[in-house]
């Protein structure tokens, strides 16, 4: 059995691997050196429902940086994830955006929506707890509800998937979804997604500050 890919745990310095420089150092298992894969996944993006999504994409990752000055070749990065959005959708010239969120950030989601608006786009949003289905019809029990004690609302991505198909989105934004709903949701929106922002409620929505500090502030996650 081939070695499975762990590009997480490569072995090789970046500046010397095989995805960043040719003829590169390549460690079992590095999917740059499966030949056929890099082959056959590469012809995807000459198909017309790709092709155009992966050179804008790409185009506005570069304008993601600017230049502090024409003799500094270092990249400085200049522009924030809600503004991408907009721009990216500008560049497919997108006309029609989906956007669902949690109804802990229906704040937040209002002023998304009124900023995508403001840039011309037409914004079809979904709450989280849309249809009001009852938790009860998951097999949740009492105990396992927010407050136990009193009817809760399940999240329903099915739905909001569902709401934005029917309203044939070119393009839809997703806001701080609960794991596992979030995934839901992605599975069965027609339109492409993309994700503005994710649920930590401990963090302010910021899950990599676990991550930045789980060797101080949050060590406490590992031994969980």
Avoid: W
């Avoid at 740059?32 to 000459?46: I, K, M, P, S």
């Amino acid at each position: 059995m081939k070695k499975l890919p762990d590009c997480a745990g490569c072995p090789v310095p970046s500046e010397r691997r095989a995805c960043s420089v040719e003829n590169g150092t390549a460690p079992s298992g590095c999917p740059t050196a499966d030949a056929d894969l890099v082959a056959r996944t590469g012809e995807t993006y000459c198909s017309p429902g790709i092709s155009e999504f992966a050179r804008q994409a790409s185009i506005q990752e570069g304008e993601g940086y600017r230049r502090s000055s024409p003799e500094d070749p270092s990249p400085v990065p200049c522009k924030t994830r809600l503004l991408e959005v907009a721009e990216f959708a500008g560049r497919m010239n997108f006309e029609k955006l989906g956007l669902v969120f949690c109804v802990g950030l229906a704040r937040e989601a209002r002023r998304v929506r009124d900023f995508l608006e403001g840039k011309g786009f037409r914004v079809v949003s979904v709450i989280c707890k849309a249809g009001r289905l009852p938790k009860e019809k998951l097999g949740v029990k009492d105990g396992e509800k927010i407050r136990p004690g009193t009817p809760e609302s399940m999240c329903n991505p099915v739905l909001q998937a569902e709401v934005l198909n029917r309203a044939e989105t070119d393009f839809n934004v997703v806001m701080g979804l609960c794991v596992g709903h979030d995934s839901i949701f992605l599975r069965f929106s027609k339109a492409y997604c993309t994700v503005l922002a994710v649920k930590d409620r401990v963090t302010g929505h910021n899950p990599l500050a676990a991550v930045y500090t789980l060797g101080s502030y949050y060590r406490h996650l590992e031994g969980e």
